[in-house]
């Protein structure tokens, strides 16, 4: 139920003769009686009174309360989410790290193992393990004619 009144229909007033302004001031005192539409005559005549409508009703708070704490809801949503991918990235950095920490580690060891294998006496050591002799004289190749071309006594 509304605290509104409800709306009557507009009532017609005839406008005020001449003299009725210093009558009406004699009984301005006196307390005035509701008119209703029945007790006035129709003169015929337009009034200058208009009807007006009835105010429209205040409206309710609660649709934009929800939309407030709809919009608070999908806040706190989206950085709980955020949060939670950023939380996500985190791990796979710190595994990739690790996973870049023992690749490094790895790489230092094959190159070590290179080098190692690599060193003049290794290789001498090897060569002999494999039956080969250390060469007498030294020599060049020629690949077009696949032929020694100098040979020298080392």
């Known amino acids: 139920m509304s ?3 409800k709306h009557r229909p507009a009532v017609a007033y005839p406008a005020p003769a001449r003299g009725a302004a210093r009558a009406g001031a004699a009984t301005a005192t006196a307390p005035r009686r509701q008119r209703h539409a029945a007790d006035i005559p129709d003169t015929g005549r337009a ?4 009807a007006v409508a009835a105010p429209q009703q205040a409206r309710s708070i609660v649709p934009f309360a929800a939309l407030c704490v709809g919009i608070i809801v999908a ?3 989206a950085v709980l989410l955020i949060n939670i991918v ?3 990235g985190a791990y796979e950095r ?7 920490a023992q690749l490094a580690q790895q790489h230092d060891d094959l190159v070590m193992q290179l080098e190692a294998n690599s060193a003049p006496q290794q290789l001498a050591q090897r060569a002999s393990d494999l039956g080969m002799v ?13 032929v020694v071309l100098e040979a020298r006594t080392g």
């Not at 009034?47 to 208009?50: A, I, N, Q, V």
């Not at 710190?94 to 870049?100: A, T």
């Not at 020599?139 to 004619?145: C, H, R």
């Open 134 to 146: 250390p060469a007498d004289t030294l020599g060049f190749v020629s690949l077009q004619q696949g």
């Open 47 to 50: 009034s200058h009174l208009k």
């Open 3 to 5: 605290a509104v009144p």
């Open 94 to 100: 710190r595994d990739l790290k690790l996973e870049i």
């Open 86 to 88: 950023m939380t996500e």
């Open 75 to 77: 806040s706190l949503a």
